[in-house]
T-cell receptor
Framework: DVKVTQSSRYLVKRTGEKVFLECVQD?????MFWYRQDPGLGLRLIYF???????EKGDIPEGYSVSREKKERFSLILESASTNQTSMYLCASSHGAANTEAFFGQGTRLTVV | GDSVTQMEGPVTLSEEAFLTINCTYT??????LFWYVQYPGEGLQLLLKATKADDKGSNKGFEATYRKETTSFHLEKGSVQVSDSAVYFC????????????????FGKGTKLSVKP
């Protein structure tokens, strides 16, 4: 069974903390994604990686960075957490070819207090 | 740029009712189209997909047909169950907008479906 695993289901962090969200996939996928999900706004792409050490900004990269040192792992970093980053974060992966679906992790609900 | 528009929710139906969730898209070229489902407290799962015009995707009694002439991919089910209560997302594949690679997905805002017994 294909699997995308996010390191935490729930996180509570303080304003100003540096936060790491980890995602691992076991399908040898080239592409990995971080989305943010908010009510009424759907899914918004934060960052995208199509290869090791490669990254591209999505629609809302401000306040975030990413790291992809190994093909199977894609980390999202909140350099200095703020309350407006309280949200559900979803990681996904897919093959590099066109027309392929993405597989999602279970999500991390982050609360910044 | 590419975009997806789906009907606003929430949608509330009685068990065994007919379901339609409308989805239209704007895209250059020929994207693939997807429906994803998110059950409470979980991530998204692929429900069905279609990769070219007139293709019909189907799964678990749900169907959607890729209509290029109307740029639509409406989701339908003939008889919904309580267990179908979830949020449904329409999506299209982005072709090379990011980093020269393909496979990024653009999502609609989601439609919450509640089915009452």
């Amino acid at each position: 069974d294909v699997k995308v695993t996010q390191s935490s289901r729930y996180l509570v962090k303080r304003t100003g903390e540096k936060v790491f969200l980890e995602c691992v996939q076991d399908m040898d996928h080239e592409n990995m994604f971080w989305y943010r999900q908010d009510p009424g706004l759907g899914l918004r792409l934060i960052y995208f990686s199509y290869d090791v050490k490669m990254k591209e900004k999505g629609d809302i990269p401000e306040g975030y960075s990413v790291s992809r040192e190994k093909k199977e792992r894609f980390s999202l970093i909140l350099e200095s957490a703020s309350t407006n980053q309280t949200s559900m974060y979803l990681c996904a992966s897919s093959h590099g070819a066109a027309n392929t679906e993405a597989f999602f992790g279970q999500g991390t609900r982050l609360t910044v207090v | 740029g590419d975009s997806v528009t789906q009907m606003e929710g929430p949608v509330t139906l009685s068990e065994e009712a007919f379901l339609t969730i409308n989805c239209t898209y704007t895209a250059t070229g020929y994207p693939s189209l997807f429906w994803y489902v998110q059950y409470p407290g979980e991530g998204l799962q692929l429900l069905l997909k279609a990769t070219k015009a007139d293709d019909k995707g189907s799964n678990k009694g749900f169907e959607a047909t890729y209509r290029k002439e109307t740029t639509s991919f409406h989701l339908e089910k003939g008889s919904v169950q309580v267990s179908d209560s979830a949020v449904y997302f329409c999506a299209l594949s982005d072709r090379g907008n990011y980093g020269g690679s393909q496979g990024n997905l653009i999502f609609g805002k989601g439609t919450k479906l509640s089915v009452k017994p």
